[in-house]
């Protein structure tokens, strides 16, 4: 059956007895017959989308189907590859046109989908709100549990909170009461600060003096007035011996960058190791609150002998790249000795806003301090009823206790309080039931500061919304505007882009160092910045999102710059560096992290890189594997063949080729980067075969010639970045009700040249993020 070209005519629409403004027309017959006809045992079909069967129904009563045909049209990959193709003209008319459908049916009956009622703060979502509501920087990976995340986001589903939860809770907001009042402690405490393993420790660490090399920058608040005492312990090998002491080295102990003690470390005579390590302690007096404690080594001269085999730069293996000189094991702080008092620190100053007098001021003074913490907590407007619980654990405490105590304790009870641990939702009363209502001004002002910041309103946005004025014409975007110049949108950067992008992975990757030796932590955290960096540049500077695709120029310090290739970049510090034309680097899909992250221990994986690149950048991920499947076995082919040779006998499997030969070809395209992102020409004596391909059919050699297929049709990657932001501002999945709204952002951001703070605005102003449905 010839596909028709003719969209949308009452001619049309009448010869198939079908109302042209509900009904689908001609358009689609053809590619219908021919998707049909290649599936019929699929698991398309398998899965329900038997276009045979409703073809010519009303597109309002099926337009979840229809949204994944528009899904699959819009990817090329309808019909299925090896099929005849229409042209590329017929495409873009049928999903014009039955978009078009689409989005007038759902602009007649809108449909924002429902969040949770009842959603709980994130691990980072709670960590900021402390930050913001007490100026007390925690650390909640101490505290609480990970989150677990769900369609790629940790604050999806989010609603539980189990007993045993409960009590980490409980604990935490006690732990935090009385960090941020300064409590006397019954006794000193103390933290320890362990340096990972794989850290090399010959250059400069970011945060520390130049001229100094290795160690820790450790941001600690310390809780009162006092005596603190700074216990150092350094590397150890295998036998129990400082690692790389062969000569004295002297050790620095600074506080806020002033130094405090210099230690000279020598190696000892009778190979007690301990005596060493006995030495590097100092106690001295800190005042309470927050400081940056710094350990390191001063740095000796060193040359770089030129010679034709370059030294490895990683050196933490006794073995196979030994420390060349002592390295920092751990950091431990105790205290404090002699407390004097809880100080003049940033956390009391933003919780005391009164100080009683005397005792007839006491309960007055104590209902200001806590309404004023409660509002910010709860994101709302304080109620006499909100007031009582917190009071009366007050009233309680004060019996027997001192007047800062008892706020202490009030305090804890705010904090382990439903209003604070929970985003809260409500239907309106008097509501239709199923029907999609506008949230409130003040549920509207927590979705943009917790999208935006990870953390809660602060007190410009929160009394816009309580005046009623954040949803008036242009009070809404002026917000936006203000919050994303405003530094805590960084969190788009750290949270969203590193689960966006999988940064957060490579915490956990391990290439085999017998194939990769000069993989280290430096090297890790080097792949990290450069992709924050770079997702921050584009943010900040409002440039085209499509410039995450490919651009001149990326971030880089002496670590990745040879780890690169790139020459003439020297020392730790990060900086923007021009890329030429030619250059290699440059863009999301040249970076090292991501191409870590997307391969395997020991080699690269086209098919984990193919499918992360389906995933989040052209959005349309392939189905999950059938069962009983067998995953490909390295040891069962040949070692001579390539990745590419092996990955053939999936794809010979007709049951495993609707998938691999959707993924493979993607991924092949990244060939010339092996698997820690470094840039090859050859494997195993063979050259590499990049030649990939796109499930629209488009052909092309290496990274360069994917790069240009995406940007040849930007909304793909635009409508996915939509989709992910989106997910990530409502804390659940995108469903296909959900779609038109995606276009919306889209075609408005197309405007604006896809400026990141369009397709932010976007998402702000759409339907789902404004609007919700009632039960």
Known sequence: MQVLLVAGTAATAAQHRVAPSSRVASPLPGLVEQHCASCHNSQLKNGGLDLERIALNDVAQHSDVWERVVRKLRARQMPPPGMKRPEENTYNTVVAWLSDLLDKTSAAHPNPGRTDTFRRLTRIEYQNAIRDLLALDIDTAELLPRDEASHGFDNVTVGDLSPTLLDRYISASQKISRAAIG??????????????????????????????????????????DGEYEVQIRLTRDRNEEIEGLRAPHELELLLDRERVKLFTVTPPQDKNYERVDQGLKLRFPVTAGPHKLGVTFLKTPSALLETKRQPYQAHFNMHRHPRMTPAIYQVSINGPYAAKGPGDTPSRRRIFVCQPTKPGEEEACAERILSTLMRRAYRRPVTAVDLQKPMGFYKESRGAESFETAIETALSAVLVSPQFLFRVEQDPVGVAPNAAYRISDLELASRLSFFLWSSIPDDELLKTAEAGKLSEPGMLERQVRRMLADPRSGSLVNHFAGQWLYLRNLDSATPDLRLFPDFDDNLRQAFRQETE??????????????????????????????????????????????????????????????????????????????????????????????????????????????????????????????????????????????AVGRWRTVEEGKPIDAKGGLPDGNTFDSVSGLEQGLLNRPELFVGTLSEKLLTYALGRGIEQHDAPAVRKIVRDARTHEFRFSSVILGVVNSTPFKMRRSL
């Open 183 to 224: 409590a006397l402690r019954r006794s000193p405490g103390g933290d320890t600060f362990r340096i990972r393993a794989d850290l090399t420790q010959e250059e400069h660490v970011e945060g520390l003096p130049i001229g100094t090399r290795g160690g820790a920058f450790i941001p600690y608040t310390f809780a009162r």
């Open 533 to 674: 960096l770079f997702f921050d540049s584009v943010l900040r500077e409002d440039r085209s999102v499509l410039d995450l695709l490919k651009t001149d120029y990326t971030y880089l310090n002496e670590r990745l710059a040879k780890h690169y290739g790139i020459p003439n970049v020297y020392g730790s510090r990060f900086r923007r560096v021009a890329l030429d034309k030619d250059s290699k680097r440059g863009g999301l899909l040249r970076q090292g992290s991501i191409l870590t992250v997307t391969s395997y221990a020991t080699r690269t994986s086209p098919v984990i890189r193919g499918k992360w690149i389906l995933e989040n950048i052209i959005g349309t991920p392939p189905p999950p594997p059938l069962p009983n499947v067998p995953a490909l076995k390295d040891n069962t082919v040949s070692a001579t063949l390539s990745v590419r040779e092996r990955l053939a006998e999936h794809r010979a499997n007709a049951v495993c080729a609707s998938c691999h030969d959707l993924m493979d070809p993607v991924g092949f395209a990244l060939e010339n980067f092996d």
